[in-house]
């Protein structure tokens, strides 16, 4: 690990309506500041590109919130060491928090870079909006030269990546990896900033196209709310590294650290992710306590951490069916999947759902909902169940899922085979190798090699 030099920023700031709207101007004034060397940039890396094969692809992945816990920076601290260890030329940056005083460099691939520019977001604990400072990047891209540049997320980090990248001369396109347009209505009261949002978002995905969507519902979200043309939208699924997450860790003892035993709740669900509200937790919530009141051999497990931890604990105190693990990973976490006896994952905004693939490789069925990627994942009636965000809906599931475990040993066992089977249609090693065939033809057709 290597650090950046410290340099002037901008004090952090906490979240802000109109705060919001300065974003826009400091990302122009940094291109504008920033012109000269992208110029010179563009010609070194024409020059430089002539001199190699045209199948010697190297791409930037670029997402902003690398620095926290969540699905993005989860999945591509993953993907890119594998992409690396398998011969592939990757790297990863994006914006070190506001409590490092300086960026760093991890393991030679990972750029954290320094920020000039933060905030807290809108409705979002624990994340930020951040406007890195390009000039060190610029540096490093004269020893690294890349030829593409994935962009994970629409956030101001990547408008500044995507504007001195088209400068640049470098090949910009995106991976639609958030629901953003419903993030925000769901967590901002503020309804002006919901066209404000969708109208940035629909100029960012004309400049970083084609995009790369994980499943068809987002697929048509892009060509109908962001005004992306059908041909400039990729589906191409993720990949994990499932091997952590295996049947075999189920009855190790990990549930009962945090939990009842089987003696006292026989029927274990789970909710494993990001506690907020953006993931439908409020209906998971009211459902469980309808169901959980008819029942004392039930228990529900959160395991993760977010802005809605604390209400949700509020709102179940007292309530023994209901237990509280945190966040956690390695074999605890795997531990955890495989020790329960259903995953829980109502949400609607979930573009992909890498917890609910996660769960299918330990071999536990996931009830989801009827939209997004997760429902792409569950085969419906063999490895989970697919519903609408109907309370009945849920309540009647829940009540079968229960009579599965108890009653029918023979359907559960198999149900579990099912969805571990059905996972390993999601290992790193197919979705690098599409990914990868995908990147070279988009780099013949874009340089015209």
């Known amino acids: 690990t290597s650090t950046f030099g410290e340099s002037f920023s901008i004090k952090h700031k906490p979240p802000g309506n109109v705060r919001t709207c300065w974003i826009p101007p400091i990302v122009f004034l940094t291109v504008i500041r920033n012109l000269p060397t992208l110029l010179k940039l563009r010609r070194f890396l024409k020059k430089e590109r002539q001199k190699r094969d045209p199948d010697d692809v190297r791409i930037l992945f670029y997402s902003d919130n690398l620095d926290e816990t969540n699905g993005i ?35 030679g691939y990972c750029m954290l870079l320094p920020r000039m520019f933060s905030m807290e977001q809108l409705g979002y604990a624990n994340s930020e909006l951040a406007i890195p400072r390009v000039s060190p990047v610029l540096r ?24 001195c990248a088209l400068i640049a001369g470098i090949k910009v396109f995106s991976h639609y990896r958030t629901d953003v347009p419903q993030y925000t209505r769901t967590l901002v009261k503020a309804k002006w900033m919901h066209v404000y949002v969708l109208k940035l978002m629909q100029i960012f995905y004309w ?19 962001l005004k992306v043309p059908r041909d400039q939208v990729k589906l191409m ?11 075999d860790m189920r009855g190790k003892g990990t549930w009962e650290k945090f939990g009842d035993d089987r003696s006292k709740r026989k029927v274990r669900f789970a909710f494993i992710g990001r506690i907020s509200k953006e993931k439908n937790l409020e209906f998971l919530n009211g459902v469980w306590k309808k169901f959980a009141a008819t029942h004392d051999d039930v228990e529900l497990m959160y395991v993760g951490y977010g802005w809605y ?7 179940f105190e007292g309530d023994e069916s209901v237990k509280f693990a945190g966040e956690q990973g390695g074999e605890t976490l795997a531990g955890l999947y495989a020790d329960a ?24 069925p996931a009830i989801v909902s009827n939209y997004g990627g997760p429902r792409n994942i569950v085969e419906d009636n063999k490895c989970g169940r ?29 149900m579990r085979k099912d969805c571990h089977e059905r996972s390993q249609r999601y290992t790193l090693a197919n979705s690098t190798k599409a990914q990868f065939e995908f990147f070279r033809q988009l780099k013949r057709d874009y340089y015209k090699i």
């Open 237 to 247: 699924p993720r990949g994990l590294p499932l091997e952590r997450f295996q049947p």
């Open 73 to 107: 920076a989860n999945n591509l601290r993953n993907v890119i060491p594998y992409m690396r260890a398998h011969g592939m030329k990757a790297f990863l940056a994006g914006n070190a928090f506001n409590t490092r005083p300086c960026g760093v460099v991890e393991n």
């Open 341 to 364: 006896d259903f995953f829980l994952f109502p949400s609607t905004t979930d573009t992909f759902g890498n917890v609910v693939v996660e769960a299918m490789s330990t071999g536990t």
């Open 386 to 414: 697919i519903l609408p965000i109907e309370e009945s809906k849920w309540l009647d599931t829940l009540e079968e899922c229960r009579n599965i475990k108890l009653n029918q040993p023979e359907i559960y066992e198999q």
């Open 140 to 163: 490093l891209l004269k020893r690294n030269p890349i030829d593409m540049i994935e962009l994970e997320t629409p956030s101001p980090g990547a408008w500044l990546i995507c504007f």
């Open 207 to 225: 400049m970083a196209r084609p995009v790369i969507s994980p499943c068809d519902d987002y697929s048509d979200a892009l060509v109908n709310e």
């Open 309 to 315: 931890l604390e209400e949700i604990k509020k709102f």
